[in-house]
């Protein structure tokens, strides 16, 4: 099967000594179903492929020359439909029911971020948090793992709205 790639370079970004990441999930969330990403970068940017690969994507790493990649991240079967899941979640399907329902799909970041860590605050372990967002919070998954909970997500049939589920860990102590 051929795929379309849409192509980000952030080389410019890089050599003005800025962060790409942003960059980079925006042009992912903005990438149609079996779209793929063409990513040019000063450097092979390894950290990203267990990111993307969370995400549903293969990759391809070719050094272009000077020092300087390209990567092709292709989406694997299953499209934006693909479960992703933090490190240590396990089965969601043995969750209890969400105790709390939010639809955050009409706040600007960082605003759903921000509400869903605060209702986390007043979740029990175990206690399972359901939330509606208008794109992947990516910058929210690593946090809530920080913080000790479990979660799984995808986007809806549609591709426009990012479902997630959010179990409530240990307190960390």
Known sequence: MTHAYKELDVRPILRNGGEPFQAIMEAVQSLKPGEGLRLIATFKPEPLFRVMGQRGFSHEASEIGGGEWEVLFTPEAGGPADVAVSDDAVSAATWA???????????????????????????????????????EPVFLMPELEKRGHQWVGNYDETGTAYRMLIRIGETQE
């Open 97 to 135: 029911e969400p105790v709390f329902h939010l639809d955050l799909t009409e706040l600007d970041p960082p605003e759903p971020m921000a509400r869903i860590l605060s209702k986390t605050e007043l979740m029990d372990p175990g206690e399972v948090l359901f939330a509606l967002l208008s794109r």
